[in-house]
């Protein structure tokens, strides 16, 4: 309930605010679980996907944005922290047992923000996890959400979510997971040339 409410209110602030537009939201599948993978250029994309995706998504972030306060409502949404740098045990677990929860994890496979808006190289572990939790990607694109690079006073945020990806289960083969991870960024590149002059 508490979810579904900030997701309405946001809905409203950010499509008066940035003009947010959403493209391809049936594609996220309606149950199982789902890793939805997206581009990561700005603050603003959790709150963004989260706010058009049509399932409560379940984000991943950095431990260091977890503060007092803010960090209890971040908790609130379902969101937990991950330590960088080093496997974070922990934050694995979660990630899987959302996922065996049948429900939905939010990653940025880049595992950080772009600085120039490009799309990086995917850390393996983003795929691992889908992989071991039997999930299905759902690779996503958002496309504005730098507001130092906007070309227009009133910007337009778009978030687009592509064909989900059915993934065998191959656990512990290295080799695949960095064939599926370089594909998966294949599909979300694709999404941002698709949409980005729209």
């Not at 605010?17 to 939201?25: E, N």
């Not at 890793?35 to 950095?62: E, Q, W, Y």
């Not at 803010?70 to 694995?92: C, E, M, N, Q, W």
Request: aromatic share 8%.
């Amino acid at each position: 309930m508490w979810y579904r409410f900030v997701q309405l209110l946001f809905s409203i602030l950010f499509r008066i605010i940035y003009r947010l537009r959403v493209i391809g939201r049936e594609n996220i599948p309606g149950k199982g679980p789902v890793v939805i993978a997206c581009n990561h250029v700005s603050l603003l994309d959790p709150p963004m996907v989260g706010t058009a995706s049509s399932r409560p998504v379940h984000f991943m972030a950095k431990s260091e944005l977890f503060v007092p306060v803010l960090g209890t409502l971040y908790k609130s949404l379902g969101a937990f922290p991950v330590h960088r740098g080093a496997g974070d045990a922990h934050a694995i677990r979660t990630a899987l047992t959302i996922l065996k929860h049948q429900e939905v994890l939010g990653i940025f496979p880049e595992g950080h923000r772009s600085r120039d808006g490009k799309l990086g190289k995917a850390q393996p572990g983003a795929l691992a996890i889908a992989l071991k939790g039997k999930a299905e990607v759902v690779p996503a694109c958002i496309l504005g959400s730098d507001l130092k690079r906007r070309k227009s006073f009133w910007p337009r945020i778009t978030v687009v979510f592509g064909k989900p990806m059915k993934l065998e289960n191959e656990q512990g083969n290295k080799l695949k997971v960095e064939e599926l991870s370089e594909e998966l960024m294949r599909e979300i590149q694709a999404l941002m040339d698709a949409h980005s002059e729209n």
